[in-house]
T-cell receptor, first 111, second 112 residues
Framework: GQNIDQPTEMTATEGAIVQINCTYQ??????LFWYQQHAGEAPTFLSY????GLEEKGRFSSFLSRSKGYSYLLLKELQMKDSASYLC????????????FGTGTRLTVIP | DVKVTQSSRYLVKRTGEKVFLECVQD?????MFWYRQDPGLGLRLIYF???????EKGDIPEGYSVSREKKERFSLILESASTNQTSMYLC???????????FGEGSRLTVL
């Protein structure tokens, strides 16, 4: 089976840095995705990691360690608009394009 | 920009009714997916399709069926809606191979 764990809720202050962790246990691995989802809206793609290491994209970075089954999403210089749910998802096998999602982490940014 | 359009944002149906949820994508994607999203459970895959007239069961196919007669359109069918099918339904599409999924805005279904 597939198991993807991430914290349910986090709170952080505007301008600060926050790290959202994701651990996974899947039968295979072919990439890890992070999505952002504002309340009532569709999830939107943030980042993709398939090799170990850090991928940086503006204020957002994502890290992967395949040996540890671990990823994190790092958000810098937090803004109020970053308040949203952040979804970790794993593609479990070569040739398969469907994703298995964690339950999401709801981030609240406070002034 | 990729656009995935779901036919209805909000629906209210009665137990036992047949429900159709339509999804259309405009980027010639091979793959299309139907997920449902529930609090505390995240997104769970119902069905997906790699090609026209092709379908594969996801994690929770019971009580659902799908249809893909054209490449751009993927329909989710609830033959006899039940209250436990009250949920947010999300359609997504992608190209074959590695790459992200693009999601529609979602259809919030309430079954009374």
């Amino acid at each position: 089976g597939q198991n993807i764990d991430q914290p349910t809720e986090m709170t952080a202050t505007e301008g600060a840095i926050v790290q959202i962790n994701c651990t996974y246990q899947t039968s295979g691995f072919n990439g890890l995705f992070w999505y952002q989802q504002h309340a009532g809206e569709a999830p939107t793609f943030l980042s993709y990691n398939v090799l170990d290491g850090l991928e940086e994209k503006g204020r957002f970075s994502s890290f992967l360690s395949r040996s540890k089954g671990y990823s994190y999403l790092l958000l810098k210089e937090l803004q109020m608009k970053d308040s949203a749910s952040y979804l970790c998802a794993v593609r479990d096998g070569a040739g398969a394009n469907n994703l298995f999602f964690g339950t999401g982490t709801r981030l609240t940014v406070i002034p | 920009d990729v656009k995935v359009t779901q036919s209805s944002r909000y629906l209210v149906k009665r137990t036992g009714e047949k429900v159709f949820l339509e999804c259309v994508q405009d980027m010639d994607h091979e793959n299309m997916f139907w997920y449902r999203q529930d609090p505390g459970l995240g997104l769970r895959l119902i069905y997906f399709s790699y090609d026209v007239k092709m379908k594969e069961k996801g994690d929770i196919p019971e009580g659902y069926s799908v249809s893909r007669e054209k490449k751009e359109r993927f329909s989710l069918i609830l033959e006899s809606a039940s209250t436990n099918q009250t949920s947010m339904y999300l359609c997504a599409s992608s190209f074959s191979g590695p790459g992200e999924l693009f999601f529609g805005e979602g259809s919030r279904l309430t079954v009374l």
